[in-house]
């Protein structure tokens, strides 16, 4: 079974600043796809950014930019210029390349960022 | 506003009760996604159906059940309901669960039992 570890709880960075928040995996799978959800005080759950396993390129959104080590089933997300918009429970997940027409995402149990003047 | 609605926003009911969950998915999705969301589970997977048919099932409860209409509407029933059940209950839907369909969640159901 595909697990999702997210080791830090809570982080905290200063507005403008860098911050990048951990993630591993565990899957047998050569393909798959990661993201990061990010869930406000609002609870609606935002998807991030995404990234296809087969792909090497780390993807990129605007402030938002991953490292992706497929060989140590590493995926961190990397926030630029830190906004005070930018707080919330970030979740990463994880799903298969399904076949058929099944596609559960598994996620790690969060990281709550908050963001500091 | 990602498209998917759910109803109701909050519900409180008590234990031992049965209660439905609503979820009107994107137009044209046809795929529908349950998540539960509580304090000491984190957020996982209960339950997908695709074009009125289950396709994948996680940690869901017997006392919880599920279906897709020909709408192509879900709806999440739990019964004999516990305090643990509390939780946040999220529906998502994707076009299909093939290739990469993002899955675009909906604002989800606060269940409490008291």
């Known amino acids: 079974a595909q697990t999702v570890t997210q080791s830090q709880p809570e982080m905290s960075v200063q507005e403008a600043e860098t911050v990048t928040l951990s993630c591993t995996y565990d899957?047998?799978?050569?393909?798959?796809?990661l993201f990061w959800y990010k869930q406000p005080p609002s609870r609606q759950m935002i998807l991030v950014i995404r990234q296809e396993a087969y792909k090497q390129q780390n993807a990129t959104e605007n402030r938002f930019s991953v490292n992706f080590q497929k060989a140590a089933k590493s995926f961190s997300l990397k926030i630029s210029d830190s906004q005070l918009g930018d707080a919330a429970m970030y979740f990463c997940a994880y799903r298969r390349v399904n076949t058929g027409t099944a596609s559960k995402l598994t996620f790690g149990t969060g990281t709550r960022l908050q963001v500091t003047l | 506003d990602s498209g998917v609605t759910q109803t109701p926003k909050h519900l409180i009911t008590a234990t031992g009760q049965r209660v439905t969950l609503r979820c009107s998915p994107r137009s044209g999705d046809l795929s529908v996604y349950w998540y539960q969301q509580s304090l000491d589970q984190g957020l996982q997977f209960l339950i997908q159906?695709?074009?009125?048919?289950?396709?994948a099932k996680g940690n869901i409860l017997e006392r919880f059940s599920a279906q897709q209409f020909p709408d192509l509407h879900s709806e999440l029933n739990l019964s004999s309901l516990e305090l643990g059940d509390s939780a946040l209950y999220f529906c998502?839907?994707?076009?299909?669960?093939?290739?990469?369909?993002?899955?675009?969640f909906g604002p989800g159901t606060r269940l409490t039992v008291l």
């Open positions: 159906y695709y074009n009125g048919e289950e396709r």
């Open positions: 998502a839907s994707s076009t299909s669960g093939q290739g990469y369909n993002e899955q675009f």
């Open positions: 899957t047998s799978e050569s393909d798959y796809y």
